[in-house]
């Protein structure tokens, strides 16, 4: 027996989630390798799996939590034996899979990677995959011509998971770092993990006036989409980039095509979800190096599984800060 947060689905589609003690043979069957979870995290995705939102659970009774780390404990594959540590992110796990919100997992080899070196698994459910997807963006912006020098780079959604983590990094990489917030209480911590200038959400929020506006930003992470997406668009310096990684404005985007023909932008989207193996491993090992791991601490809230109900719909509003990280066990 083990302790699973459960998500089930009343006939009128009423969305509730209790804890429960479960048997391992209620884990999905066709999985190759169970995976003693140590940490799963708090993802926007999660927060619409606790509330029935968004479509993203096919079938209940279900496990949300879409990674985790933890270690092997049986394996059906030679590349991961009992003992080895593991991350998993992405591949739809905790949507249409059973996920991380349990003690106990059992999913695909293919998805895992090995636990990075110089991690502990609580250190990588702190970058999670929040924090993997910001590391992406980097990279795409950076293959894409950024470099450290010019404009600032700009960060929608700054006090976000994503946010929070591509802040730390760009900071720790030389760039200039602005940071868009809605909440002024957040300013101090955001200079604390680099940002030199802060932008009030209220200055992006509504759809672009102009169809150009003043070079502004050598690129951006986008975090949020929708509306202010598009006003983001307009600013974008000749040649530069963003990497979109959110939909949490909406998935529409009432941009005209000016920015792109006039100066060369690019819209880059970022998908962790079924990044290959090798992209993964890379991504990873740019974590350890390139984010500080002394900001990474003060991005973590911790929670228990308890908890996860109440912060699944407060990420919804907006109303939590970086990183939550779930210990299982606890």
Excluded at 209 to 217: F, G, H, I
Excluded at 219 to 236: E, H, S, Y
Aim: with cysteine.
């Amino acid at each position: 027996m083990f302790k699973a947060l459960i998500v089930d689905k009343a006939e009128d589609g009423t969305v509730s989630a209790a804890i429960q003690e479960i048997n391992a043979d209620r884990l999905p069957s066709d999985g190759d390798v169970t995976v003693a979870v140590e940490y799963s995290s708090l993802n926007y995705k999660d927060g619409l799996c606790l509330t029935g939102g968004g479509g993203l659970v096919r079938n209940y009774p279900h496990v949300p939590g879409i990674d985790f780390a933890g270690t092997v404990e049986s394996s059906d594959d030679a590349r991961y034996k009992p003992g080895d540590r593991v991350v998993l992110t992405g591949w739809r796990v905790g949507e249409v899979w059973w996920g991380g919100y349990a003690q106990k997992a059992r999913v695909k080899a293919d998805w895992l990677v090995p636990l990075p070196d110089g991690l502990t698994t609580k250190q990588a459910m702190a970058v999670g995959t929040a924090g993997l997807t910001a590391m992406l963006a980097v990279q795409a912006l950076e293959a894409h011509g950024l470099k450290p020098g010019g404009r600032p780079v700009l960060v929608t959604g700054a006090a976000g998971g994503v946010g929070s983590v591509a802040t730390a990094i760009l900071a720790k990489l030389g760039y200039e770092v602005a940071g868009v917030t809605g909440r002024p209480e957040t300013e101090e911590y955001l200079r604390f993990l680099g940002a030199t200038a802060l932008v009030p959400r209220a200055d992006l929020a509504d759809a672009p006036t102009r169809p150009l506006d003043k070079e502004s930003w050598a690129g951006c992470v986008d975090a949020v989409g929708g509306a202010m997406l598009a006003r983001v668009l307009t600013q974008i310096e000749y040649g530069g980039s963003v990497a979109a990684v959110g939909l949490a404005g909406g998935a529409a985007l009432p941009a005209t095509v000016i920015p792109f023909l006039l100066r060369g932008v690019n819209l880059l989207g970022i998908d962790s979800v079924m990044k290959p193996y090798e992209d993964r491993l890379t991504a990873w090992a740019r974590v350890g190096t390139d984010l500080p791991m002394d900001k990474l601490e003060t991005m973590v809230e911790m929670a228990v599984l308890s908890d996860m109900p109440n912060l699944g719909k407060a990420i919804l509003k907006g109303g939590v800060k970086g990183r939550v990280v779930v210990d299982v066990n606890a």
